[in-house]
């Protein structure tokens, strides 16, 4: 693909870099969960980062994004806090949320994380409250939000995109396609093959894309958004890829066929960047090396932040339900 | 003073907080064009361009929307013809506005309006005349005004537009066309605080949306027999004010609290166990609930009447707490 070539070797490996946080972030979780130390629902996204880095690489800082339960990644691809999002969900209260929100509420507004959504399907009309803004203020700004295949079958999915294409809104809908919504395969929950499908009834373009190809996933995004920013209205593009660890952290995937996990590790979307740098020599080993080692550096010093964070206190349950003068 | 109807009190409220913020935008189903079903958004698609979105009937979206606007700092107020409708807006409403400013540990700010119209009394049946004015209430995060009066309405709007909590603003229909008094001047009414809408002696009486009206009536006919009776109207449901009426009960010591949504469960049960348990020894007589009954509104004209409380209902509760 001709986008590669327009991708600096700085833009590629801190693409490459990124995809290691948020892999690191989410290993580093599943142990955690295990200890206890992280508790409660907990959703990774460990084999989708191609889709988080690529679409995110093409945002500025006062675009925003709207996630999902399974978020983390996008959050940190969109300039999360790091520190912040880890002592989040040690529970800290130095969290990005106070120890308050955890995982599937991750939010940093500084940079435009408007928050993850433990409502499946309730994020579409969130962007499309944010594109309003944006449109409304007269601001150059797009909102890109992030959701899986089970929300592709809500209302709130029909009702988003329909308004969203009626007001021409800058706003790029992301379908992940993993596959699965919870336990139930995409087969057995939707009749058609494609969720992009569904664009041309609302009335915008809809494209599906291999999700675990980071060089697609930024073109494809790139051009989304470049036609949100210019007034042009929403996309739907959906991203095929796969949850290397199901649905939740600890389920057992029993309904996953056999070989279908291991097919799809060879699909690896670090690994696919990885031997593109080698290949074209835009790194050598030594450099992938050293990006993969400071990538777990970020994240233990992540963690050791969040161990060092206190817990909240009795009193904090009370604190920040209502807004006060 | 002037007198002008509930309905075009809420446009003023909505014109004039149009015209000095152009930060705030209202959207619902007909309130462009149309100009709202019940006229309240009147002439304002034409003065403020781009600001009054007609949507489609698709209340989860609208809901969200006008969430996901507050949270990125555009105020917005959104319509829902009957609030019954808003059920199908309660996930954006209750899972994301009403709790987001404290699972985000305290990062957002949501102003956000949720205004809608509400109860019964136009032979509209049971799924366009509920009163879900304790539905609302009993989230934490949400704000919620139930107003009887023009003046109220005017001026508790203003102060809902202004605020940075959610609101979930519910406008009784059957006042929508009455008059009232309200000045030609700007004012606005605080959140949270009731109005003693006639002062008495003998016997407290806690009133919301239509059944003030009801109230007052009664406490004019009993004043004719030398009974006393204070109304009160919290107009805001949550939070409640709690001192007004604990000290009117105070000093009246006895407790009526009537209201049009169904009893079992309702505010009157939560006032009534506030005043217990803060004015227990005051009280000469047991407190009493003059509520709807427990049932969904019916079409019938002559049931749908005697769904609600009437006068009468109200002025039996009264003269027994005086025995």
Redesign the interface.
Request: hydrophobic letters at 35%.
């Given at each position: 693909m001709d986008v590669t070539t327009s991708l600096s070797k700085e833009q590629l490996t801190k693409m490459y870099y990124d995809m290691w946080i948020i892999r690191n972030f989410e290993e580093n979780l599943l142990d955690l969960y295990q200890k206890n130390l992280a508790y409660g629902g907990m959703h990774v996204s460990v084999g989708e980062e191609a889709i988080a880095v690529g679409a995110c690489a093409n945002l500025k800082r006062e675009d925003?994004i709207?996630t999902s339960h399974r978020g983390h990644g996008h959050c940190i691809a969109k300039g999360a806090d790091l520190k912040g999002m880890m002592a989040?969900l040690l529970a800290r209260k130095n969290?990005?949320?106070?120890?308050?929100?955890g995982s599937q509420?991750i939010?940093?507004?500084s940079v435009g994380v408007?928050?993850a959504?433990?409502?499946v399907g309730?994020g579409?009309?969130?962007?499309?409250?944010?594109?309003?803004?944006?449109k409304?203020?007269g601001q150059k700004n797009v909102c890109v939000n992030f959701f899986g295949d089970g929300a592709a079958n809500t209302?709130?999915f029909h009702?988003?995109l329909?308004?969203a294409a009626?007001?021409s809104l800058p706003v790029v809908f992301i379908c992940e396609n993993n596959g699965y919504a919870v336990s139930t395969s995409f087969a057995r929950s939707t009749k058609i093959d494609k969720i992009s499908v569904r664009a041309g009834s609302y009335g915008m373009p809809g494209v599906t894309i291999d999700g675990n190809n980071i060089f697609e996933v930024y073109k494809t995004v790139g051009e989304a958004v470049e036609r949100a920013r210019q007034g042009d209205g929403p996309t739907l593009i959906e991203a095929v890829t796969y949850r290397w660890y199901g649905h939740y952290v600890g389920d057992p995937c029993t309904y996953r066929p056999p070989g279908e996990l291991e097919r799809w590790k060879e699909k690896d979307p670090i690994l696919f960047l990885e031997k593109y740098l080698l290949a074209n020599k835009l790194c050598c080993q030594e450099e992938i090396d050293g990006l993969k080692a400071a990538a777990g550096k970020a994240i233990a010093e992540a963690l050791d932040y969040a161990l060092a964070s206190p817990e909240p206190e009795p009193a904090d349950l009370f604190?920040?339900?209502?807004?006060e003068? | 003073m002037r007198q002008i109807t509930m309905a075009e009190a809420i446009n003023e409220a909505l014109r004039e907080e149009m015209r000095k913020d152009p930060?705030i935008?209202i959207l619902g189903e007909e309130i462009g064009l149309r100009g709202g079903a019940f006229t309240c958004t009147k002439g304002l698609m034409e003065e403020f361009p781009?600001?009054v979105?007609d949507?489609?009937i698709?209340?989860?979206?609208i809901?969200?929307?006008?969430?996901?606007?507050?949270?990125?700092?555009?105020k917005?107020v959104a319509e829902f013809m009957f609030s019954d409708f808003s059920f199908?807006a309660m996930?954006?409403i209750i899972?994301?506005a009403a709790k987001?400013?404290?699972?985000?540990?305290?990062?957002?700010?949501?102003p956000v309006v949720f205004r809608m119209s509400s109860g019964s009394g136009r032979q509209q049946a049971a799924q366009h005349s509920q009163s879900l004015e304790v539905l609302y209430a009993h989230i934490?995060?949400l704000?919620v005004i139930m107003p009887s009066t023009p003046y109220d309405a005017k001026g508790l709007l203003k102060a809902a537009i202004n605020d940075?909590?959610p609101v979930v603003f519910l406008e009784p229909r059957v006042l929508y066309f009455k008059k009232g008094e309200v000045p030609e001047q700007e004012y606005t009414i605080p959140i949270g605080k009731g109005d003693i809408k006639r002062s008495g002696e003998d016997v407290t009486v806690v009133a919301t949306g239509v059944m003030v009206e009801r109230s007052l009536a009664v406490a004019e006919k009993l004043a004719r027999e030398g009974i006393s009776v204070e109304v009160i109207d919290p107009r805001t449901i949550r939070p409640l004010d709690t001192e007004l009426i604990v000290a009117s009960v105070k000093k009246t010591g006895r407790l009526i609290v009537v209201h049009e949504a169904p009893r079992t469960y309702g505010m009157a049960g939560e006032i009534i166990a506030l005043v217990m348990e803060q004015a227990f020894d005051y009280l000469n007589a047991p407190p009493q609930r003059v509520a709807g009954h427990d049932v969904p509104i019916p079409y019938n004209r002559n049931l749908e009447r005697l769904a609600i409380p009437l006068e009468e209902d109200i002025e039996a509760v009264v003269r027994k707490s005086l025995k």
């Open positions: 925003t709207v989040e969290g990005l949320c106070k120890g308050k929100g509420h939010v940093d507004m408007l928050g959504q433990g409502i309730a579409c009309g969130i962007a499309v409250g944010s594109a309003l803004s944006f409304i203020r209302g709130s009702e988003s329909n308004m009626l007001y604190t920040d339900v209502y807004f003068k | 930060n935008f781009g600001r979105l949507t489609p698709s209340e989860s979206a809901a969200g929307a006008a969430y996901g606007a507050a949270l990125t700092g555009t917005a199908i996930d954006q899972n994301s987001s400013r404290y699972m985000f540990g305290g990062q957002a700010t949501i934490p995060g704000k940075y909590n």
